[in-house]
């Protein structure tokens, strides 16, 4: 608010002073004119004429008189401060007698008021050798009055206050949404960093429980053999396998988030990356008493550009998350699509499913969807997170939705290169 209120109040100075400024510049500029016309009097006929009789039976010279424009008035004054064209001002005479001659600002240029009227003025002396003898040796203030630009420049005074005091208003408002726009981002960010920390010191806590209770527990026992303490020792070994592959994924994460990863690109067919996940799976699946489904029909004339050993990473964290969620006889199954410019590959299952609130959240770091059985089958909640972030890396799109009548089903979305 201060900035803005400091910027539009600076701004208003400057506009007004340079309006301001020219006004007066103008009216200098038709003074000075009329000055360089007092100076430059054409020759006259400068023969005295007799007069009427005047006040004291004295004759009065009849001279030219002085004309000035339509709000310019000429005031001619002999060295001795008396007024000598009083006739030539006809009624504004009445308005101007008051006025006196003040030596002291000769050639300055002076804003006078006299009844509520505004004048610009400048006196000056002019040379005996005019023409005009009216001028010739005298004392001449020229006075124009400013009324109507000092009324103008009061309204547009008046106008600027009112526009930038709306501006202000209407800057403010901009000001305060785009902020709140601007920070909603930083303020999500920061409360996701500060669940991920959150989560991860209970991940981290968890397995070091378990490590230091088994310590201290064959501490208790120092003659048992290892044999005897075997179970104890392969429990803290798989808690430390554990840790191993949390910070692991810590360590991928936090180097996506900084953008170090390095990825190596190729321009390849999935025939390339597809194959190596997949066999693995198909053993272990089998094994388990469940039905795995392998339905890849462009895997040759599609050209991506990808990491594969990324997309094979990816692949590993989907068909592993759905060998955990498929039950006994149940099937999962490995697909590809072509949508438009986009290569599609599919992994489904028909496991328990996804609700609607949990397939916003699910490839949040640390999020599960059953928390207690994650955590039974060594997982961390980290490997969706991991996807999203090499398929964002590769431009793409990772998503879930629905595989009816039940189960759900992980689309992996890539570019096709032409």
Same mark, same amino acid.
């Given at each position: 608010?201060?900035?803005f209120a400091i910027l539009f109040f600076t701004?208003?100075?400057?506009?007004?002073?340079?309006?301001?400024?020219?006004?007066?510049?103008?009216?200098?500029?038709?003074?000075?004119?009329?000055?360089?016309?007092?100076?430059?009097?054409?020759?006259?006929?400068?023969?005295?004429?007799?007069?009427?009789?005047?006040?004291?039976?004295?004759?009065?010279?009849?001279?030219?008189?002085?004309?000035?424009?339509?709000?310019?008035?000429?005031?001619?004054?002999?060295?001795?401060?008396?007024?000598?064209?009083?006739?030539?001002?006809?009624?504004?005479?009445?308005?101007?007698?008051?006025?006196?001659?003040?030596?002291?600002?000769?050639?300055?240029?002076?804003?006078?008021?006299?009844?509520?009227?505004?004048?610009?003025?400048?006196?000056?002396?002019?040379?005996?050798?005019?023409?005009?003898?009216?001028?010739?040796?005298?004392?001449?203030?020229?006075?124009?009055?400013?009324?109507?630009?000092?009324?103008?420049?009061?309204?547009?005074?008046?106008?600027?206050?009112?526009?930038?005091?709306?501006?202000?208003?209407?800057?403010?408002?901009?000001?305060?949404?785009?902020?709140?726009?601007?920070?909603?981002?930083?303020?999500?960010?920061?409360?996701?960093?500060?669940?991920?920390?959150?989560?991860?010191?209970?991940?981290?806590?968890?397995?070091?429980?378990?490590?230091?209770?088994?310590?201290?527990?064959?501490?208790?026992?120092?003659?048992?053999t290892i044999i005897d303490e075997a179970e104890?020792?392969?429990?803290?070994?798989?808690?430390?396998?554990?840790?191993?592959?949390?910070?692991?994924?810590?360590?991928?994460?936090?180097?996506?988030?900084?953008?170090?990863?390095?990825?190596?690109?190729?321009?390849?067919?999935?025939?390339?990356?597809?194959?190596?996940?997949?066999?693995?799976?198909?053993?272990?699946?089998?094994?388990?008493?469940?039905?795995?489904?392998?339905?890849?029909?462009?895997?040759?004339?599609?050209?991506?550009?990808?990491?594969?050993?990324?997309?094979?990473?990816?692949?590993?964290?989907?068909?592993?998350?759905?060998?955990?969620?498929?039950?006994?006889?149940?099937?999962?199954?490995?697909?590809?699509?072509?949508?438009?410019?986009?290569?599609?590959?599919?992994?489904?299952?028909?496991?328990?499913? =996804?609700?609607? &609130?949990?397939?916003? /959240? !699910? #490839?949040? $770091?640390?999020?599960?969807?059953?928390? *207690?059985?994650?955590?039974?089958?060594?997982?961390?909640?980290?490997?969706?997170?991991?996807?999203?972030? =090499?398929?964002? &890396?590769?431009?793409? /799109? !990772? #998503?879930? $939705?629905?595989?009816?009548?039940?189960? *759900?089903e992980f689309v992996i979305e890539l570019p096709?290169?032409?």
């Amino acid at each position: 608010m201060a900035t803005f209120a400091i910027l539009f109040f600076t701004l208003g100075i400057i506009i007004f002073n340079l309006f301001q400024s020219s006004t007066y510049r103008s009216i200098d500029k038709d003074i000075k004119e009329q000055v360089t016309a007092i100076k430059r009097q054409p020759n006259m006929d400068n023969k005295v004429q007799t007069g009427p009789q005047g006040p004291g039976g004295r004759t009065e010279d009849k001279q030219p008189q002085p004309r000035a424009p339509f709000q310019a008035s000429i005031l001619v004054f002999d060295n001795n401060g008396k007024l000598l064209n009083k006739t030539s001002l006809g009624n504004r005479y009445s308005l101007l007698k008051n006025i006196n001659l003040n030596k002291k600002n000769l050639n300055k240029k002076q804003t006078l008021t006299i009844k509520k009227m505004s004048f610009r003025a400048l006196l000056i002396k002019v040379s005996k050798n005019n023409n005009n003898p009216m001028y010739a040796g005298h004392y001449v203030l020229i006075m124009q009055n400013i009324d109507t630009q000092i009324q103008a420049t009061e309204n547009f005074q008046r106008i600027l206050i009112i526009t930038f005091f709306i501006f202000w208003v209407i800057a403010l408002i901009l000001a305060y949404v785009l902020t709140r726009i601007s920070m909603f981002p930083i303020i999500k960010s920061w409360k996701q960093q500060s669940e991920f920390v959150n989560d991860a010191a209970h991940e981290l806590r968890t397995p070091l429980t378990i490590i230091q209770g088994k310590l201290e527990y064959m501490l208790t026992k120092p003659s048992n053999t290892i044999i005897d303490e075997a179970e104890s020792i392969s429990v803290s070994l798989d808690e430390v396998n554990r840790l191993n592959s949390l910070t692991n994924n810590l360590l991928i994460l936090a180097r996506s988030d900084q953008a170090t990863t390095k990825m190596d690109f190729d321009i390849t067919t999935p025939d390339f990356f597809l194959k190596d996940p997949i066999m693995p799976f198909k053993e272990i699946i089998n094994s388990q008493s469940k039905v795995f489904q392998v339905n890849i029909h462009h895997k040759a004339d599609v050209n991506l550009n990808v990491d594969r050993d990324k997309i094979k990473q990816v692949l590993i964290i989907l068909l592993d998350n759905a060998t955990k969620y498929t039950p006994e006889n149940g099937t999962i199954r490995i697909y590809d699509h072509i949508e438009g410019s986009k290569y599609q590959i599919i992994v489904s299952d028909t496991g328990i499913g =996804i609700s609607d &609130t949990d397939k916003k /959240k !699910i #490839f949040g $770091r640390f999020y599960r969807v059953d928390k *207690s059985r994650n955590r039974n089958s060594g997982g961390h909640g980290l490997g969706l997170a991991i996807a999203q972030q =090499i398929i964002n &890396t590769h431009h793409g /799109k !990772i #998503f879930v $939705r629905n595989n009816l009548p039940t189960g *759900s089903e992980f689309v992996i979305e890539l570019p096709i290169k032409h």
